[in-house]
């Protein structure tokens, strides 16, 4: 399982965060042509890395978002706690329940700056695989295989309209 590919798939299910993801696509795509800044006040940076701690879950990466608002906004430190709580409940609803564990590890405290027109906060979480079923209770129950000595073969014990291979 790919787990950004999983973690991206329940973001964009939501339209809240969808549209903030947009948004920094938009930033991006106006600091490519040279454009100042786009208009989307807000927006989030989600980014990956390997969970390296000897004592890290199997396949455990963690996710660090970035979330951004203008530095205008006289609201901002409750709209990037309420980002910030939304991604948490997505991450940790029924439905992301039955594909990923998230943890999560920290919040940033206090407003962070970058560029002349956002602040931010931060929040990290620790993304691990749902661990699937024991591969042993997972498999079919298979009958075991007739011994060739026993009479059920030679006695024609087939049900009817069974083709025998013999």
Sequence with gaps: ???RLVVGGLLTRNGV???????YADRLEQGRFGRDTATAPCFIVPTWSIDARPSAPLRSQWLTVEAHTSRNDPSR???LDTILRLLHG???DDHAGRLITARRLSTSAVLMT??????????TWEIT????????SA????????????????????????????
């Design 1 to 3: 399982m790919d787990l």
């Design 90 to 92: 997505v991450l940790t």
């Design 17 to 23: 965060l969808s549209t903030l993801l947009m948004n």
């Design 129 to 136: 695989p749902v661990p699937s079923c024991d591969l042993e």
């Design 139 to 166: 498999q079919t129950r298979l009958l075991p295989w007739p011994d060739s000595t026993t009479s059920v073969i030679t006695a024609g014990a087939l049900a009817s309209g069974t083709v025998s291979l013999n």
């Design 77 to 79: 430190h409750h709209n």
């Design 114 to 123: 970058r560029g002349l027109d956002t602040d931010f906060r931060v929040g």
